[in-house]
């Protein structure tokens, strides 16, 4: 594999590890059985925000730095809970 397509897929794992965290850290603060559906849901907005971020960064950057996999993980897992806290507001009013 080329250096660009090997920064590329470690990009995206780290994305994907970052959403994997907020979907545990959200099951195990809601205190319910596991729902696939709301994990599935919530892996499709962390999949928004890998593609977001690897789009508008990775364009720019001229070198990729660990700084950059810790943070589309923290963007992953941020977008997710942002969103999931948006929605359940919308729904409450």
């Given at each position: 594999m080329?250096?660009?397509t090997l920064q590329i897929l470690l990009l995206i794992l780290c994305g994907v590890a970052g959403t994997a965290i907020a979907v545990l850290l959200g099951w195990?603060?809601?205190?319910?059985t596991f729902n696939k559906k709301k994990a599935v849901a919530s892996f499709l907005r962390g999949s928004v925000a890998?593609?977001?971020?690897?789009?508008?960064?990775?364009?720019?950057?001229?070198?990729?730095?660990?700084?950059?996999y810790v943070a589309i993980a923290l963007f992953a897992a941020g977008?997710?809970?942002v969103?999931?806290?948006?929605?359940?507001?919308?729904q409450k009013t």
């Open positions: 080329t250096e660009p195990t603060e809601s205190q319910e890998i593609v977001t971020y690897i789009t508008a960064n990775y364009a720019l950057a001229t070198q990729i730095t660990l700084w950059d977008f997710d809970a969103l999931k806290r948006a929605q359940t507001a919308t």
